[in-house]
């Protein structure tokens, strides 16, 4: 079977649709879940009380242990955050006065064109490799480390131009300045390795500006270390406030019931949305447009023909919040899809294309009518249909959605390659 990319979006819409089948499935769930714990509940005695206790007491413990862990990491946490922001030369720069030095390098070809291209790609490969940052770090005391020096420099390519920029910050004028200029050592000596084409680096002028995304950077990563702070003096509070639970016997309560309903919902739904997600993610049928993103087939759209059922608030609100516009209507569709074949025909105006799969005459009537193409016909089924695209190029797949099978496509795919035909692009049928 080809394998296809999961497009987590379509997936959490077609499993929240089923909302209603997790309603009901959930309901049940918790009527019996709490309709048993109804008629097994009977007073507690004194040895389940000390039951409960003991379990009571084992998550306080387990609790504490765990917030005592938390402050152990944000400790951690906060101590490289302290670190970096005291070692980070990005942090030592005045956001409102950074200065900026700019390498500038030209290359310009001896031969053609492609060894050009090629060199600009070398040389700005080059710019963000280990090896010249390695060069940068052996003759300068601006910056000591790798990961401190990477964040001061940034790098543009216009490969129309042949141009490559390398931009350098620095906290004062002369750190840009000597940075710039060990980076144009280093690209220099790296062009001196390439052949068939002249390369020419110079080192523009230092100037200052106000840059507000790294102000904004700084202000970050500070309110990052004040927020860990924050939450080690809140966890510590927590930890003040927790009180050793005492042992009591408690009497005849709904609270048991309760707590197994809202369980036995929560465990009905997830079993359904469970099911349908896994049905969606195993299910080798075509769905959404993922299929056709992963062979490289452009998707020319779908047509609804179903019965639209009327939304109410919650299919409304699952639908937007998954980012779905409402479904066309079946002419809608049918136009829209229409005006996209038309489309691509008129951009292959030098190929007869023609569509095929399963597809009823009528909507294909619909959706071919004024675009110039025609209808093969199924070519799995119909031999009529094979013998039809001896007189076209190019072929549009139809397909129906959550039936016709990726290994059909595939199947079809492979005919139509064997027959010399393009797939030229893909319907689905909803």
């Known amino acids: 079977m080809e394998e296809r990319e999961i497009d987590l979006r379509l997936l959490v819409y077609k499993t929240l649709k089923c ?87 030209e290359v ?50 216009n490969y129309d131009a042949a141009v490559l920029d390398i931009s350098v910050m620095g906290a004062t004028e002369s750190d840009a300045a000597s940075l710039a200029s060990i980076i144009k050592e280093a690209v220099d000596s790296e062009a001196g390795k390439l052949t ?59 609270k048991s019931a309760v707590k197994k309903s809202v369980i036995g919902f929560v465990a009905g739904a997830l079993v359904v949305f469970g099911w349908y997600c896994v049905k969606y993610v195993i299910s080798s049928k075509i769905s959404g447009d993922d299929f056709w993103k992963a062979v490289n087939v452009p998707f020319l759209g779908s047509v609804f023909t179903d019965k639209k059922r009327k939304e109410n608030a919650i299919d409304r609100f699952i639908r937007k919040l998954c980012g779905y516009k409402e479904d066309l209507s079946y ?22 294309l023609a569509l095929v799969g399963d597809i009823s005459p009528e909507t294909a009537r619909k959706v071919l009518s004024g675009t110039g193409v025609d209808l093969a016909g199924d070519i799995l089924t119909e031999s009529s249909a094979v013998e039809t695209l001896d007189n076209y190029d190019g072929v549009i797949i139809a397909v129906i959605e ?29």
């Not at 946490?77 to 500038?104: C, F, G």
């Not at 064109?113 to 010249?132: H, Q, R, T, Y």
Request: charged letters at 25%; one cysteine or more; glycine letters at 6%.
């Open 19 to 105: 909302w209603r089948k997790a309603l009901v499935l959930g309901l049940a769930l918790a009527v019996l879940l709490g309709g048993y714990s109804l008629f097994k509940q009977n007073n507690a005695d004194h040895s389940a009380a000390e039951l409960e206790y003991q379990r009571i007491l084992e998550e306080y413990s387990d609790s504490r242990e765990k917030l005592a862990a938390d402050i152990e990491e944000l400790e951690a946490e906060l101590t490289n955050k302290k670190d970096y922001s005291e070692q980070s030369s990005l942090m030592k720069i005045d956001a409102y006065n950074e200065y900026v030095a700019n390498v500038h390098i």
């Open 108 to 157: 310009e070809g001896e031969t053609e064109e492609a060894d050009v291209i090629k060199a600009v790609d070398k040389l700005s490969n080059f710019a963000s490799c280990g090896e010249m940052y390695k060069y940068v770090l052996g003759k300068t005391d601006v910056v000591d480390q790798s990961r401190y020096l990477i964040e001061l420099i940034s790098t543009r390519v």
């Open 196 to 254: 068939h084409v002249h390369c020419s680096s110079k080192t523009e002028s230092v100037y200052s500006r106000i840059d507000s995304n790294l102000a904004n950077t700084q202000s970050s990563i500070r309110g990052g270390v004040k927020s860990i702070e924050d939450s080690i003096q809140a966890i510590n509070e927590q930890l003040d406030g927790m009180t050793e639970p005492t042992l009591s016997i408690p009497g005849i309560s709904l």
């Open 331 to 352: 002419d809608a569709s049918c136009v829209l899809v229409s005006a996209n074949i038309a489309a691509l025909q008129k951009n292959r105006s030098e190929e007869k």
């Open 402 to 430: 959550d039936v016709t099978g990726m290994d059909q496509i595939v199947h079809q795919a492979e005919l139509l390659k064997s027959w010399g035909k393009t797939v030229v692009g893909a319907v689905s049928i909803k």
